[in-house]
């Protein structure tokens, strides 16, 4: 059962808009400000890989892009939907969050809104920290996908 302080209540609605901020970010600008969301000291264990550091991360989504820019069928159009967001606070500054992630990807198809089936859906585990300005930031991402959708 969820009890929170009123501090620890903002808390977690300032951590659920930097999880959407997350989400758009990789949504609309496929990464390319993702530094804005990240602390610099961030693990991003992400395709197998950690990318530690704030550069490393926004290295990742650069060449992410540039290699999907080059297919075929260009940038897919991606959106992440969020759901059932979990909070534990560690310290009133850092907390353990959770939540369920279903990806929508036209990646791998001509892109376009003829698509319904999501790619994948995920449980997503962070970290994050509330730095000396007072904004929440993501320390650590990892996640494990449930179901993963197969193209052909």
């Given at each position: 059962?969820?009890?929170?302080t009123p501090e620890q209540a903002v808390?977690?609605?300032?951590?659920?808009?930097?999880?959407?901020?997350?989400?758009?970010?990789?949504?609309?600008?496929?990464?390319?400000?993702?530094?804005?969301?990240?602390?610099?000291?961030?693990?991003?264990?992400?395709?197998?890989?950690?990318?530690?550091?704030?550069?490393?991360?926004?290295?990742?989504?650069?060449?992410?892009?540039?290699?999907?820019?080059?297919?075929?069928?260009?940038?897919?159009?991606?959106?992440?939907?969020?759901?059932?967001?979990?909070?534990?606070?560690?310290?009133?500054?850092?907390?353990?969050?959770?939540?369920?992630?279903?990806?929508?990807?036209?990646?791998?198809?001509?892109?376009?809104?003829?698509?319904?089936?999501?790619?994948?859906?995920?449980?997503?585990?962070?970290?994050?920290?509330?730095?000396?300005?007072?904004?929440?930031?993501?320390?650590?991402?990892?996640?494990?996908?449930?179901?993963?959708?197969?193209?052909?």
């Amino acid at each position: 059962m969820a009890k929170f302080t009123p501090e620890q209540a903002v808390a977690v609605a300032e951590i659920q808009q930097l999880i959407n901020e997350w989400s758009f970010e990789l949504d609309v600008d496929n990464g390319a400000n993702i530094g804005s969301v990240i602390t610099e000291d961030c693990s991003y264990l992400v395709r197998g890989g950690a990318r530690i550091g704030r550069a490393a991360v926004a290295q990742f989504y650069k060449e992410r892009l540039e290699t999907l820019a080059a297919t075929p069928e260009g940038v897919p159009v991606h959106r992440h939907m969020l759901a059932n967001l979990r909070v534990k606070f560690n310290s009133t500054n850092e907390a353990s969050i959770g939540f369920s992630l279903i990806y929508f990807s036209t990646a791998g198809v001509k892109a376009g809104t003829k698509h319904a089936d999501p790619a994948s859906t995920a449980d997503v585990r962070m970290e994050v920290r509330r730095g000396a300005d007072g904004e929440w930031l993501i320390a650590k991402f990892d996640s494990t996908p449930s179901f993963i959708r197969t193209i052909g």
